[in-house]
């Protein structure tokens, strides 16, 4: 059963990080386009191989989405900045939480001045090395237009930039009209060609997903704790209520990706420490449509429908097309039922979580309105220690490599005062 393909979960990843910074992602994008006519030229790489660095190259400034937040306005200020901070943070995501992490080192020394660069030890420094001329060819580029010389960064060969690594983008550049091709937008039908041949196996795609989870805290860690307490609340009561497998893959699908859309609320919504008025909540409220859209075309149609519907509710009083109960399906309800408990019992900031005896309350009132399902409830109240316990256990399995990169992240920026 193959609910998303190699190609769809790039660039589903992509769509969803141009969601917090466009500017950066147009700029990833770019690069990896400069480093895969490079490594074309001069050849060596079967193209699942181009496939895998160009993502890589794409994804090189993840780490800036989480630590230059206040600096990607300006990309030349980006770029003359301290770059210790997002490289290592990056490096640390892709080697946490990525199935390529042999490819991480790239991403933490894709800033690292060659002279130091050819000493290190690592099969890949020459990418990291053509990812730091692509990315200093593009933001000077765009920065200063017609005035650009791609010569101006001659005087820095073998020093601050690979000379081997300069002499071929020279080529490249005047062989393949790559700055014209920027401008007219040709270079992605190019791009798109070569991801056609990323291949991953069904666990590099689950990891993938996955990752995909943890970007939603790049804006909000609270945001990454909400979606694997659902992940983890729907794996309970889909054994329970005995889903068979590939039900129960579709819903594993929908929980990790169900809030994506969450990404476009401002931040003074979502911590808001009060209740919210009516403009606002239409504003949160637009976060599903925008996770359709997101996910339209990209993965398997019954998956996107489990996300459309996971605040609809059964007595017809949901968004956003206001579904019926006979309307949907066994996996829609369980994850109305999860997303409803996760925003119960997780911190918020206008109230503490709450008790077991509010919950399994509130349950009860809006099973008896026919809001949510009377069997999913029933069967969420009647196991509720033992979900929870298994909530316990499978998120903190979850988290323990998320808190390892925070962890090692802190104690890094700390060493080095970042």
Same mark, same amino acid.
């Given at each position: 059963?193959?609910?998303? &393909?190699?190609?769809?979960?790039?660039?589903?990843? &992509?769509?969803?990080?141009?969601?917090?910074?466009?500017?950066?992602?147009?700029?990833?994008?770019?690069?990896?386009?400069?480093?895969?006519?490079?490594?074309?030229?001069?050849?060596?790489?079967?193209? #699942?191989?181009?496939?895998?660095?160009?993502?890589?190259?794409?994804?090189?400034?993840?780490?800036?989405?989480?630590?230059?937040?206040?600096?990607?306005?300006?990309?030349?200020?980006?770029?003359?900045?301290?770059?210790?901070?997002?490289?290592?943070?990056?490096?640390?995501?892709?080697?946490?939480?990525?199935?390529?992490?042999?490819?991480?080192?790239?991403?933490?020394?894709?800033?690292?001045?060659?002279?130091?660069?050819?000493?290190?030890?690592? %099969?890949?420094?020459?990418?990291?090395?053509?990812?730091?001329?692509?990315?200093?060819?593009?933001?000077?580029?765009?920065?200063?237009?017609?005035?650009?010389?791609?010569?101006? #960064?001659?005087?820095?060969?073998?020093?601050?930039?690979?000379?081997?690594?300069?002499?071929?983008?020279?080529?490249?550049?005047?062989?393949?009209?790559?700055?014209?091709?920027?401008?007219?937008?040709?270079?992605? %039908?190019?791009?798109?060609?070569?991801?056609?041949?990323?291949?991953?196996?069904?666990?590099?795609?689950?990891? #993938?997903?996955?990752?995909?989870?943890?970007?939603?805290?790049?804006?909000?860690?609270?945001?990454?704790?909400?979606?694997?307490?659902?992940?983890?609340?729907?794996? %309970?009561?889909?054994?329970?209520?005995?889903?068979?497998?590939?039900?129960?893959?579709?819903?594993?699908?929908?929980?990790?990706?169900?809030?994506?859309?969450?990404?476009?609320?401002?931040?003074?919504?979502?911590?808001?420490?009060?209740?919210?008025?009516? %403009?606002?909540?239409?504003?949160?409220?637009?976060?599903?449509?925008?996770?359709?859209?997101?996910?339209?075309?990209?993965?398997?149609?019954?998956?996107?429908?489990?996300?459309?519907?996971?605040?609809?509710?059964?007595?017809?009083?949901?968004?956003?097309?206001?579904?019926?109960?006979?309307?949907?399906?066994?996996?829609?309800?369980?994850?109305?039922?999860?997303?409803?408990?996760?925003?119960?019992?997780?911190?918020?900031?206008?109230?503490?979580?709450?008790?077991?005896?509010?919950?399994?309350?509130?349950?009860?009132?809006?099973?008896?309105?026919?809001?949510?399902?009377?069997?999913?409830?029933?069967?969420? /109240?009647?196991?509720?220690?033992?979900?929870?316990?298994?909530?316990?256990?499978?998120?903190?399995? /979850?988290?323990?490599?998320?808190?390892?990169?925070?962890?090692?992240?802190?104690?890094?920026?700390?060493?080095?005062? /970042?």
């Amino acid at each position: 059963m193959e609910l998303i &393909k190699s190609k769809d979960i790039f660039l589903l990843m &992509k769509d969803t990080l141009r969601l917090i910074h466009p500017r950066l992602m147009d700029h990833g994008s770019r690069v990896a386009y400069m480093v895969y006519k490079m490594l074309q030229e001069k050849g060596g790489y079967e193209e #699942f191989e181009l496939a895998d660095i160009v993502m890589v190259a794409t994804l090189h400034d993840i780490g800036a989405y989480k630590t230059e937040a206040g600096a990607l306005n300006d990309m030349l200020r980006y770029e003359s900045r301290d770059s210790r901070a997002h490289t290592i943070y990056g490096y640390l995501f892709f080697k946490y939480l990525s199935p390529v992490e042999d490819l991480a080192r790239v991403i933490m020394y894709h800033h690292t001045d060659y002279e130091q660069l050819k000493k290190v030890n690592y %099969e890949h420094k020459n990418l990291a090395a053509y990812i730091n001329i692509a990315e200093k060819m593009d933001i000077y580029s765009s920065a200063m237009g017609s005035q650009f010389n791609m010569q101006m #960064f001659h005087k820095q060969a073998g020093v601050k930039l690979s000379d081997e690594g300069l002499d071929l983008f020279y080529q490249v550049a005047k062989k393949y009209d790559i700055f014209e091709k920027i401008k007219s937008g040709k270079y992605k %039908e190019e791009l798109d060609d070569i991801i056609d041949y990323m291949i991953f196996n069904n666990e590099d795609k689950k990891k #993938f997903m996955e990752m995909l989870m943890y970007c939603i805290g790049f804006r909000d860690e609270g945001s990454v704790i909400d979606a694997i307490t659902t992940v983890s609340i729907c794996g %309970e009561l889909a054994q329970k209520l005995i889903l068979n497998e590939e039900e129960k893959e579709r819903l594993y699908y929908g929980a990790l990706l169900h809030d994506l859309g969450m990404l476009t609320v401002p931040q003074k919504i979502t911590d808001a420490p009060r209740k919210l008025n009516a %403009e606002e909540v239409k504003v949160i409220n637009k976060h599903v449509n925008v996770t359709v859209k997101l996910l339209e075309n990209r993965i398997r149609e019954d998956v996107v429908a489990i996300v459309a519907a996971h605040h609809e509710r059964g007595d017809g009083t949901g968004y956003p097309n206001r579904l019926k109960n006979y309307q949907m399906n066994q996996e829609q309800r369980v994850l109305q039922v999860a997303d409803t408990v996760t925003g119960m019992i997780n911190k918020r900031s206008y109230r503490e979580p709450l008790t077991k005896v509010e919950v399994i309350k509130a349950l009860n009132e809006e099973a008896a309105k026919n809001r949510l399902n009377r069997q999913v409830v029933e069967t969420m /109240i009647n196991f509720y220690d033992s979900i929870m316990e298994g909530v316990s256990t499978k998120s903190a399995e /979850i988290m323990k490599m998320y808190q390892t990169l925070t962890s090692q992240y802190n104690q890094v920026s700390k060493k080095f005062n /970042i």
